[in-house]
Nanobody, 121 residues
Framework: EVQLVESGGGLVQPGGSLRLSCVASGFTFSSYAMSWVRQAPGKGLEWVSSINTGGGFTRYANSVKGRFTISRDDAKNTLYLQLNSLKTEDTAMYYC??????????????RGQGTRVTVSS
């Protein structure tokens, strides 16, 4: 059974930083692209970032480019998202998602339970 368990969320002031983690199990983590998506209160799902197998190719939504960094540690079956220069509009539930392919395909249906990030002064 595929499991994705996110952690690292919390309350942070604008301009602050957080590091989110997603521990994966039940599949060969290194063989699949992974993504982070988020859902702000009252809004739809928003793709944030993706990383292909091997970590050699990453992509970001324009809203987070230059502030967030995605990475993966295949030895630990863990996906990360470093969030810097946080803004109030980054407040959301953050989910990691397993792609059905080795490269980003846009299929974000397989997700974890999420970790909440709240940016507020």
């Amino acid at each position: 059974e595929v499991q994705l368990v996110e952690s690292g969320g919390g309350l942070v002031q604008p301009g602050g930083s957080l590091r989110l983690s997603c521990v994966a199990s039940g599949f060969t983590f290194s063989s699949y692209a992974m993504s982070w998506v988020r859902q702000a209160p009252g809004k739809g799902l928003e793709w944030v970032s993706s990383i292909n197998t091997g970590g050699g190719f990453t992509r970001y939504a324009n809203s987070v480019k230059g502030r967030f960094t995605i990475s993966r540690d295949d030895a630990k079956n863990t996906l990360y998202l470093q969030l810097n220069s946080l803004k109030t509009e980054d407040t959301a539930m953050y989910y990691c998602a397993k792609d059905p392919r080795a490269y980003y395909s846009g299929d974000l249906t397989l997700r974890g339970q999420g970790t909440r990030v709240t940016v507020s002064s």
